[in-house]
């Protein structure tokens, strides 16, 4: 059966028509392909495959016998001896299975496939980004890492070629590490424009390797003006269609409901019992919601012990030869378990976990009877519509099962309901073996719902011994994300911070100051007092913010589009909480509004004297790889952070063996000289340090203390929802997007000038304070904090001496000026200053002791 052509209609006719969208190519394409819609903000349609066995339920052989076919030609392209050399690398999810049948075609060579789960104590040997996919971020988790160390050809298998930019990423990352001669990309369709094909042989001179490309199909996708939006208005029209129909949408491929006529199906299954009255589409057998649930029970299949159920860590031919050993007897205990009389029989792998159940049906066809179909199930969201030109006619909703790393979501099953199978073999791993799995809207349930029949098997999940780690928990939290930790919106930003919002750490600035200075505490053991603006300062702020948000803007550009050029072009944004997380967002949002770039941002703790967040390290370790990683923060001062940073990092990588991290900090501004990264080096007003958490998502300075942050805990901070009244956080983040368009040409103008200049830090700033320190009597660096951020902090949380201003200052320190005038500090002129304004704290404070009248703040 072509399971492209439903009743003559090309099961992707139904996009093509109303999109636009036209395939052209190799006669062949047709049949490989089809289409549907995604629910996806990135790229408004689906190549939907129908020999890969993901979303199109395929005999098992057709699906095999595919990547077999290429990875022989992968063979005679290479030779024997480059073969016998070659390692194998397959994308999650979609094409783990096909990247391991290519090579069992090729016959010798190991085989990886990227992961997006993350294993405790395997550290990655790898990673790169899915600019179009909804999960984008890829893992390499080799139990040998020697595995991609070699110099023999990489092999690299997706299911198809859309613009090659998943290779690029994947070879730009390991090209870097383990630069080899040789790599070839293999794929069942290459769909590439032209101009994409040529960026990949530009990209391949520009690094002195060969790549060679083996696809059984090309061809290109013509995609007219305005697509996405269009295929956003298809989704929101049909999706909500869908939603209102109480329709299980539950008719079989090549079964119409009707010619000419399409529904869009409901995009969530039916339940058992549906209430009375709930409209129904036409189909060709009773909606399941007018039956009981199918039987559900369980085969061991007796899986080989220590064999890995994929190519997670590593599968290599010695493993190959040991399943297929043993594959017969599990395809007769499986067999011995289905139903009597069964005619049509799925077997649905589980995401990434392709091959294991791919095998299996294979071996299942060969031995009974009756029609054998499999597919597996998805992270991946598709519009389901009921019309023989659709490629997604059902599709079942169920919750994750796994515990993902990035948190529950749904997951789906395409074309199984009502497409007439008598029983279906859900193949899973153990870690997904999970209550979640079994629950009322679990996936098996769901399947019972619409099949007769549900037999489970479960493959144990390999996991490697990990490498003499030190104990340490199994995992790490998730970050915390706003509305219930800050004010952010949860795509913003992750907190890898605990909430300590119901412990009371405030206490009063004096008394703050002097146990600090004293040596009694740590300035991060407790918080000064929060403390919500007068009118007057907030007009401060909102005038300063008027005045500056172009220049912040341009600020936020440059240092951006510097980060994409020269640190990676997918970076990991990790702001070292508070001040620099506001600018990690303002940079999140250019890349995004610029570049279309969904980038991941998380703010971690690093507190002078203690260093960063350890804990927060193995967390960006085992969830990104760390050479993508970019810190952020809002100015450099001295450069004391910049340095502590730098030995921090150095302490953590020869601690745990974990390498990459670039402690070179990204700044918004650098008046201090001490990076090379950032997008000025003038020291003006960035009117986020006027205020404190109202500014900064209402969340507090960090807290590092013994009693409350254990040896496995992040640091941790305050959420003050109380100030909810007073916040501006987000006002001023869209005060500053909403520049980005008129600076645009100023950024770019700016990034080519930089990049031509001599960055090297000169660490003047640092120069400066010691000799402030000197000439004041000062005798600690600690306590001269240069430039407008910093001083601004002095007056808001410590206790000030004085404040130095260059002459001729102007409107920069207006702000500042009000708060030295309600403490009642002396502003003090200065001629030569290579700062705008620096704060001295008071040097040997003692209660009553502030400079002039012992004020407290009073903002």
Do not use: K
């Given at each position: 059966m072509n399971h492209a052509v439903n009743d003559g209609v090309w099961s992707g006719s139904w996009v093509a028509e109303r999109l636009g969208v036209e395939l052209e190519g190799d006669d062949g394409l047709p049949a490989l392909l089809g289409l549907a819609l995604r629910r996806n903000p990135k790229r408004a349609h689906l190549l939907v495959s129908n020999v890969l066995g993901k979303h199109v339920p395929q005999s098992p052989s057709v699906v095999y016998g595919h990547g077999i076919r290429l990875g022989r030609r992968v063979r005679e392209l290479l030779g024997e001896q480059e073969a016998a050399r070659s390692v194998v690398l397959g994308y999650a999810e979609t094409a783990t299975g096909l990247g391991h049948a290519v090579a069992d075609g090729l016959g010798l060579a190991p085989y990886l496939h990227s992961t997006r789960r993350p294993v405790a104590g395997i550290a990655p040997a790898g990673g790169f980004e899915e600019s179009h996919s909804h999960a984008t971020s890829h893992l390499l988790l080799p139990e040998d890492p020697a595995l991609l160390a070699g110099d023999g050809p990489l092999v690299l298998v997706d299911d198809e070629f859309s613009t090659g930019n998943t290779v690029l990423n994947t070879i730009r990352d390991l090209h870097e590490r383990y630069p080899r001669r040789r790599y070839v990309v293999v794929a069942l369709v290459d769909m590439r424009s032209p101009g994409d094909a040529g960026r990949l042989r530009r990209f391949a001179e520009g690094i002195g390797a060969r790549v060679d490309l083996v696809a059984a199909a090309s061809g290109t996708v013509r995609l007219p003006e305005g697509v996405l939006e269009k295929g956003q208005e298809l989704v929101a029209r049909y999706g909500a269609d869908a939603c209102g129909s109480?329709?299980?949408?539950?008719?079989?491929?090549?079964?119409?409901?009707?010619?000419?006529?399409?529904?869009?199906?409901?995009?969530?299954?039916?339940?058992?019992?549906?209430?009375?009255?709930?409209?129904?589409?036409?189909?060709?057998?009773?909606?399941?919601?007018?039956?009981?649930?199918?039987?559900?029970?369980?085969?061991?299949?007796?899986?080989?012990?220590?064999?890995?159920?994929?190519?997670?860590?590593?599968?290599?031919?010695?493993?190959?030869?040991?399943?297929?050993?043993?594959?017969?007897?599990?395809?007769?205990?499986?067999?011995?378990?289905?139903?009597?009389?069964?005619?049509?029989?799925?077997?649905?792998?589980?995401?990434?976990?392709?091959?294991?159940?791919?095998?299996?049906?294979?071996?299942?066809?060969?031995?009974?009877?009756?029609?054998?179909?499999?597919?597996?199930?998805?992270?991946?969201?598709?519009?389901?519509?009921?019309?023989?030109?659709?490629?997604?006619?059902?599709?079942?909703?169920?919750?994750?099962?796994?515990?993902?790393?990035?948190?529950?979501?749904?997951?789906?099953?395409?074309?199984?309901?009502?497409?007439?199978?008598?029983?279906?073999?859900?193949?899973?791993?153990?870690?997904?073996?999970?209550?979640?799995?079994?629950?009322?809207?679990?996936?098996?349930?769901?399947?019972?719902?619409?099949?007769?029949?549900?037999?489970?098997?479960?493959?144990?999940?390999?996991?490697?011994?990990?490498?003499?780690?030190?104990?340490?928990?199994?995992?790490?939290?998730?970050?915390?994300?706003?509305?219930?930790?800050?004010?952010?919106?949860?795509?913003?930003?992750?907190?890898?911070?605990?909430?300590?919002?119901?412990?009371?750490?405030?206490?009063?600035?004096?008394?703050?100051?002097?146990?600090?200075?004293?040596?009694?505490?740590?300035?991060?053991?407790?918080?000064?007092?929060?403390?919500?603006?007068?009118?007057?300062?907030?007009?401060?702020?909102?005038?300063?913010?008027?005045?500056?948000?172009?220049?912040?803007?341009?600020?936020?550009?440059?240092?951006?589009?510097?980060?994409?050029?020269?640190?990676?072009?997918?970076?990991?944004?990790?702001?070292?909480?508070?001040?620099?997380?506001?600018?990690?967002?303002?940079?999140?949002?250019?890349?995004?509004?610029?570049?279309?770039?969904?980038?991941?941002?998380?703010?971690?703790?690093?507190?002078?004297?203690?260093?960063?967040?350890?804990?927060?390290?193995?967390?960006?370790?085992?969830?990104?790889?760390?050479?993508?990683?970019?810190?952020?923060?809002g100015w450099t001062g001295k450069g004391a952070i910049t340095r502590e940073l730098a030995q921090a990092v150095e302490e953590f990588e020869a601690k745990e063996g974990v390498t990459g991290f670039d402690p070179e900090i990204a700044v918004l501004a650098d008046p201090g000289s001490c990076v090379r990264t950032y997008g000025t080096r003038e020291d003006f007003l960035i009117p986020s340090a006027c205020l404190n958490s109202t500014v900064s998502g209402l969340i507090s300075r960090t807290v590092l203390r013994a009693d409350l942050v254990g040896p496995h805990d992040f640091h941790g901070a305050k959420f003050y929802r109380e100030l909810a009244g007073a916040d501006v956080s987000v006002a001023f983040l869209d005060a500053v997007a909403a520049r980005f368009p008129e600076v645009a040409g100023a950024v770019g103008t700016a990034v080519k000038e930089l990049m031509a200049e001599d960055r090297t830090p000169t660490w003047a700033g640092w120069q400066a304070v010691e000799r402030i320190s000197e000439e004041y009597g000062i005798h600690d660096v600690n306590l001269v904090k240069p430039g407008v951020g910093e001083t601004t902090r002095v007056l808001l949380r410590r206790v000030p001496w004085k404040i130095l201003a260059k002459a001729g200052a102007g409107a920069d320190l207006d702000h500042v000026r009000l708060l030295a005038e309600q403490r009642g500090v002396p502003v003090e002129e200065v001629g030569e200053l290579p700062y705008t304004c620096v704060g001295l704290i008071h040097p040997k404070y003692t209660r009553g002791a502030t400079g002039a009248d012992g004020k407290a703040v009073n903002l």
């Open positions: 109480g329709a299980a949408g539950a008719v079989p491929p090549g079964r119409a409901s009707g010619a000419g006529r399409a529904r869009a199906a409901e995009p969530r299954d039916v339940p058992p019992r549906a209430p009375a009255g709930a409209h129904e589409p036409d189909q060709a057998a009773p909606v399941a919601s007018h039956r009981s649930l199918g039987d559900i029970s369980r085969v061991d299949l007796h899986w080989p012990q220590g064999l890995p159920d994929g190519g997670r860590h590593g599968f290599t031919p010695e493993h190959r030869a040991r399943l297929e050993a043993a594959l017969a007897g599990m395809a007769a205990r499986t067999a011995d378990a289905l139903p009597a009389g069964a005619q049509r029989v799925l077997v649905l792998g589980f995401e990434e976990l392709m091959y294991a159940p791919l095998r299996l049906a294979c071996e299942l066809e060969r031995l009974i009877p009756a029609e054998v179909r499999y597919s597996t199930t998805t992270r991946s969201p598709v519009l389901a519509v009921d019309d023989p030109g659709y490629a997604i006619r059902t599709r079942l909703v169920f919750p994750a099962h796994d515990d993902p790393a990035d948190g529950p979501g749904e997951r789906y099953a395409y074309n199984v309901a009502g497409a007439g199978f008598d029983a279906v073999v859900a193949v899973v791993d153990s870690v997904a073996d999970t209550p979640a799995l079994h629950a009322p809207d679990g996936l098996t349930a769901r399947l019972a719902a619409h099949v007769p029949h549900v037999l489970l098997a479960v493959v144990p999940s390999y996991v490697p011994e990990p490498l003499s780690l030190p104990e340490r928990p199994a995992m790490l939290p998730e970050p915390l994300r706003g509305p219930a930790f800050s004010s952010y919106a949860p795509e913003e930003v992750g907190w890898l911070l605990q909430d300590l919002s119901d412990v009371t750490l405030e206490a009063p600035t004096e008394e703050r100051e002097e146990a600090i200075q004293s040596g009694g505490a740590h300035y991060a053991e407790s918080l000064p007092v929060e403390y919500q603006p007068s009118e007057q300062y907030q007009e401060l702020f909102r005038t300063a913010l008027d005045a500056s948000a172009a220049r912040i803007a341009q600020a936020v550009g440059v240092v951006t589009e510097t980060v994409l050029a020269e640190r990676s072009p997918r970076p990991v944004l990790v702001s070292l909480a508070r001040a620099g997380t506001p600018v990690g967002v303002l940079m999140r949002r250019w890349a995004q509004d610029r570049h279309g770039l969904d980038l991941p941002h998380y703010a971690v703790s690093i507190v002078r004297g203690r260093g960063i967040d350890a804990n927060a390290l193995r967390w960006l370790a085992a969830h990104h790889d760390p050479r993508d990683v970019v810190f952020v923060d």
